[in-house]
């Protein structure tokens, strides 16, 4: 065995990944409270996709409420990251790999990702459907999205900086 590889096995990965993988802990979810809006006749397209168009008024009811309250059915936060087949959560692992080596390259990189990790089964429809009476009302069959605000406050930032 030469004695790079001799060294290499030695060294603690316990102790070394703990201190290097602290700097990439995120916070992610609707982390600017606003209220939902209300919902105007009529459908738009947004970068998302089609959703209901918006009146200037507030729905009484805000943004962090309604994500907790999904969330606790859906588990929107958490889900998406023990899906063994999310793509996305490969490739951020991936970055984060990469940034290890190039401290703090990649750190844009990372925070889009994670945001794309809970976003995307949204986006994809992986939640299921509407009830046929919701689907009528809104015009379009999309859990969780009605005007498309809650999914554009889905945002992510670190805690730890690099």
Known sequence: MSKDIEFVAKQKLSVFLPNNLNRYTVQAG???????????????????????????????????????????????LLAPWRNPNNKEVAQVVDDIAKDLNHKGRWLARIKAG??????????????????????KRKGFDWLFVQTGKLFESIKVEFLNRV
């Open 114 to 135: 994670v945001q794309a990790v809970i976003r995307n089964p949204i986006k994809r429809k992986e939640y299921g459907s509407n009830t046929q009476a919701t689907q």
């Open 30 to 76: 609707v982390l600017e409270d606003k209220p939902a809006a209300k919902p105007a006749a009529g459908t738009t397209r947004r970068p998302m996709g089609k959703v209901r168009k918006r009146k200037g008024e507030e729905q009484g009811v805000s943004l962090r409420d309604l994500m907790a309250k999904f969330n606790t059915s859906y588990n929107i």
